[in-house]
């Protein structure tokens, strides 16, 4: 549901939701990108090599990713989230590559991923004669398809489009004083806006249940996430691991509940609209909590657990383009959502100025204000989504490995 | 654990048959550098592996393949990529292979950003080929060969053959692990193991087994896996599990699942990841058995691969039902001497390590 784009912002140069955000890709199932993407896409570790090889043919610049599934088993939801990415909106064409033996069907991705409109090619290993001859084929294959996403149609992109995802990796004793109150202040002008704000990480949120049940819209929400706060309690004890890394410790955070409070500063101050389970696309716009992890024991649990893959699970609920904040600075881009990076730490981003996007320490040394940062975040985030590539886009990061959950549709009581 | 036998007619001073530099990465977030100094290489023909951890947290199996794969025999020196604010710590991955001879270095992407760590990694591995010849390790453990049979329609004499090429390997002095996708409870009894401690692990592998086959959606088909199971139980010796390395000649069953809550620790479950998983039990090289096309190009031991079918499809030897088993231990005697394998040709390397929990005491 699109928000009325009539409402005027209190806020100086922040518009209105009817302001033309930018022109973005039309997809035939009604999504808008901010990136044309060919996306491949392996259903198999055993296909994995002749994707990456297919896709490290072309140039950063063309939009050519890929990502996949690295088991051989099946998994409900890991079909599903192929299939989301293959239908993203800043996804417009898809080339799928398996070895044929392999309990997915590429055959039944690609006529799914057919169905929005989006060209989409099967590329089979063993009906191919040796591992060159399958590169050529697919390059062949994806070189067709760059051409036809050359006349993909524009459309304007609003603010009541855009979903934005906020995650934070690496932090330090900066991360809760700079980087993350800063996206939480752009997140709030973003869902004053009509947009819709996504964030995860409650091994992150450790010790602040009732904090946020106090955020919490209505009493579904609250039941939601305390519901969900309780299963990664439950998970962190059983496995004996706290979010709390030598690196957080080295850059000055002393327990967990202390990272904790500087990570959900950056959700900002609007009230929590729900819970999402993976897949699931916000149903109308908000600031929604994304349950990364599996419900039970069922699947791999959370046996893969880092930024660069959550930052990707955030596009299988529809985000265009992720916010990173880290003290002591990151790297990684994911090959769906372009990743803003964000440090409050001025050393961590003279270390990394060609990986960081956006330095925002000078409001520790009071240079600039947090609403001037605020304002040079969001003029950045314009860019990025006019076009602009950021850091690890234009450095060709592309991390990220999918686990093998299994989710319900539907917030579980433990 | 007794990590050492008298070397085999086959192995050459019992040392490893590649002279590698492996790139060995921490987290998934150093994973693209890593990648990226280790292709750079490998575009050029150099014997540069990549293997790595993708999850953030903590996991002692994630670790302990990470420090075999570091003083594998075949891996002359090692450049750990770590991210910087990782739990798995770089330095000390490093440390515990420099102890064991390798020539070792560390570098941090967060430390220094993408473009750098990348220049930093090359400009390294270009010095420590430049040393190559200076570093000898001392290799104590025996000759250990991967076997993996890939295959849905494999029977009868195929199936015989790729058992009596196990048993020759064995004869020959070899350790052969084997990972049997699934072992009945009636051939973990008929083996009559003496050793008390191997039968139980015997036992508890098919338990685990069975228990993972009926609860993922039914039993895996591959008919020659099984069949081969049954013919190599006369060889077995006993049972290894992740990152152990067989103790003495004979067939050797992995056991890489979890022990408890089995689906947390879900194991690699590709043939892929099954071949990193015997290089971490110490085998020098893998014989990859299928029938159909699989590209291959696994780090730190190479695979040659093996298969049956007429069709014209990339592999290093092609079977039928004539070939004797004497020519894959000839193909394997000269991989070991050092001839190319398809799989070493190969510019892209893809494996995926997965976090698993699994008591260990033997």
């Known amino acids: ?414 | 654990m007794k990590d050492s036998w008298k070397p085999s007619v086959l192995g050459k001073e019992n040392q490893g048959i590649r002279k590698k530099v492996l790139v060995l990465y921490t987290v998934n977030c150093s994973s693209f550098a890593a990648h990226e100094i280790c292709y750079h290489f490998r575009k050029k023909g150099k014997d540069v592996d990549v293997v790595g951890n993708e999850s953030c947290y903590d996991n002692q199996m994630v670790i302990n393949r990470l420090l075999r794969y570091a003083t594998h025999v075949n891996v002359r020196a090692v450049l750990v990529v770590g991210h910087g604010c990782e739990f798995i710590q770089a330095e000390k991955i490093a440390a515990f292979a420099r102890e064991r001879g390798r020539n070792t270095s560390v570098i941090y992407g967060q430390r220094v950003g993408t473009e750098k760590v990348i220049r930093d990694g090359i400009a390294i591995i270009e010095e420590m080929f430049s040393r190559m010849d200076e570093v000898n390790p001392v290799n104590s453990v025996g000759d250990i060969l991967g076997l993996t049979v890939q295959t849905e329609r494999l029977q009868g004499t195929s199936v015989e053959q790729i058992a009596a090429f196990a048993a020759l390997c064995v004869q020959q002095g070899k350790a052969v692990v084997y990972k049997p996708l699934v072992l009945t409870a009636k051939q973990a009894m008929e083996l009559g193991i003496s050793c008390p401690e191997y039968a139980k692990m015997l036992i508890d592998l098919s338990d685990k087994s069975i228990w993972l086959q009926k609860n993922d959606r039914g039993y895996a088909c591959m008919t020659g896996n099984l069949a081969v199971t049954s013919l190599l139980m006369p060889l077995v010796r006993g049972v290894v599990k992740i990152a152990m390395r067989p103790t003495g000649p004979g067939v050797w069953l992995l056991d890489n699942y979890q022990d408890q809550d089995l689906y947390k620790g879900y194991p690699n479950a590709t043939v892929l990841s099954d071949l990193l998983e015997y290089a971490a039990c110490g085998a020098k090289l893998n014989v990859l058995a299928c029938d159909r096309r699989i590209d291959t190009a696994s780090p730190v031991a190479p695979t040659l691969c093996c298969s049956f079918g007429e069709r014209e499809w990339d592999r290093d030897i092609q079977l039928d039902e004539k070939t004797d088993p004497g020519l894959i231990l000839e193909e394997v005697k000269a991989a070991e001497a050092g001839k190319t394998l398809l799989c070493e040709k190969r510019v892209f390397q893809e494996h995926m390590i997965f976090r698993n929990s699994q008591n260990q005491c033997r």
């Open chain 1, 1 to 414: 549901m699109r928000m009325p784009r009539r409402r005027t912002c209190a806020i100086d140069w922040m518009i209105d939701m009817n302001k033309l955000l930018t022109m973005g890709y039309a997809r035939g199932d009604g999504g808008i990108g901010i990136r044309n993407i060919l996306l491949i896409v392996y259903i198999s570790n055993c296909a994995a090599a002749v994707a990456k090889s297919i896709a490290d043919s072309f140039p950063c610049g063309q939009d050519v990713d890929v990502l996949g599934c690295e088991g051989c088993r099946y998994n409900p939801l890991m079909e599903e989230k192929l299939l989301t990415f293959l239908t993203h909106p800043n996804v417009g064409a898809a080339l799928i590559v398996g070895q044929g033996c392999e309990p997915h069907s590429a055959v039944h991705l690609a006529e799914q991923t057919s169905r929005t409109d989006r060209a989409a090619e099967v590329l089979l290993l063993n009906q191919a004669s040796g591992f060159d001859e399958a590169v050529e084929r697919g390059k062949i294959m994806v070189s067709i398809m760059l051409e036809g996403l050359r006349t993909t149609p524009r459309k304007p992109f609003y603010y009541s489009d855009l979903i934005i995802a906020s995650e934070c990796g690496g932090s330090d004793y900066t991360s809760g004083l700079v980087a993350n109150p800063l996206l939480g202040r752009l997140n709030d002008d973003l869902r004053a806006q009509g947009a819709t704000v996504l964030f995860e990480e409650m091994y992150e949120a450790i010790g602040l249940k009732e904090l946020l049940l106090k955020k919490c819209a209505d009493e579904k929400a609250r039941l939601q996430i305390g519901v969900t706060y309780d299963k990664f309690m439950a998970y962190a004890v059983t496995g004996g691991q706290f979010a709390l890394a030598p690196g957080n410790i080295r850059g000055g955070l002393t327990t967990i509940e202390e990272k904790s409070m500087g990570a959900v500063c950056k959700i900002g101050t609007s009230p929590i609209t729900g819970v999402l389970k993976l897949c699931q696309k916000p149903p109308h716009p908000g600031l929604y909590y994304v349950d990364m992890i599996a419900d039970d024991e069922r699947g791999c649990g959370f046996s893969v657990s880092e930024d660069a893959s959550s930052d990707l699970l955030y596009a299988t609920c529809g985000a265009h383009v992720c916010f990173l904040t880290s003290g002591l600075g990151h790297v990684v881009n994911n090959p769906i959502i372009p990743t803003i990076k964000i440090t409050g730490n001025s050393v961590s981003f003279g270390r990394l100025s060609n990986d960081m996007d956006f330095d925002a320490s000078s409001a520790l040394t009071g240079e600039h204000t947090m609403e001037e940062l605020k304002s040079q975040l969001h003029t950045l985030l314009l860019q990025v989504l006019s076009g602009r590539r950021t850091k690890g886009e234009a450095l060709g990061h592309r991390e990220a490995i999918l686990n093998f959950e299994n989710q319900t549709r539907e917030v579980l009581c433990l």
